[in-house]
Each structure stands twice: as structure tokens, then as C-alpha cells.
Nanobody, 114 residues
């Protein structure tokens, strides 16, 4: 089984930066593909970035050049480093893993506002 827990969200001004963390448990976590999704208020949940067990990455077009996904297998953590944040990035950010079924964290709120 897998457990996921996001942290690191908060309030930041436009142009600022935040680093989100997804702490995982379970034996499969470090070899599994892990994703970040986000859901703006009143809108659909959208895919943001992916990192494989071999640390190959992929990004949604709207975050390329601004966000970086990475992982630290020693601490069983996947990160999302966000820079040049805009009000449109305001959303609840979720960590996701698929192994037989879909696993989701509880989400962490990111608010970009002056």
C-alpha cells in the first residue's frame, strides 16, 4: 500500500517561489512514477508534472521553465520547486501515484496574491 502527504504550500507574492514536498510510504514509492496535479478554485484538476522511478521528468506546457520536479529516494520524497509564480498558479496541489489503483495525498494550498 501507499500513503502520500503533501506540504509546503502557503501565500506568496507574484514572482515569488515555493517548494512543495510529497512524502511517501510503501515499498513501491521509490520505483513508481509520481505526479503533481493542481485544482484551481471552481475548476477542474489538471496535470502539472511527472517523475519516473528512473528520474525522467515531464511537464505541462504552462509550467515549463518555471517549475522543477525532483525526488530524493533516501527520504522517500518528491519535490515541486516553483518559481516566477503568477496569480493563475493559485490552486490546491496534489501528489499522485498509480499502482493497481490511484493514490492521492490530501493536497496543499498555494495562493499567489499581492
Amino acid at each position: 500500500q501507499v500513503q502520500l502527504a503533501e506540504s509546503g504550500g502557503g501565500l506568496v507574492q507574484p514572482g515569488g517561489s515555493l517548494r512543495l514536498s510529497c512524502a511517501g510510504s510503501g515499498t513501491v514509492f521509490n520505483v513508481a512514477t509520481v505526479d503533481w496535479y493542481r485544482q484551481p478554485p471552481g475548476k477542474e484538476r489538471d496535470w502539472v508534472a511527472t517523475i519516473t522511478g528512473g528520474e525522467v521528468t515531464n511537464y505541462a506546457e504552462f509550467v515549463k521553465g518555471r517549475f522543477t520536479i525532483s525526488r530524493d529516494k533516501a527520504s522517500k520524497t518528491v519535490y515541486l520547486q516553483m518559481s516566477s509564480l503568477e496569480p493563475e498558479d493559485t490552486a490546491v496541489y496534489y501528489c499522485h501515484l498509480k499502482f493497481m489503483t490511484d493514490y492521492w495525498g490530501q493536497g496543499t494550498q498555494v495562493t499567489v496574491s499581492s
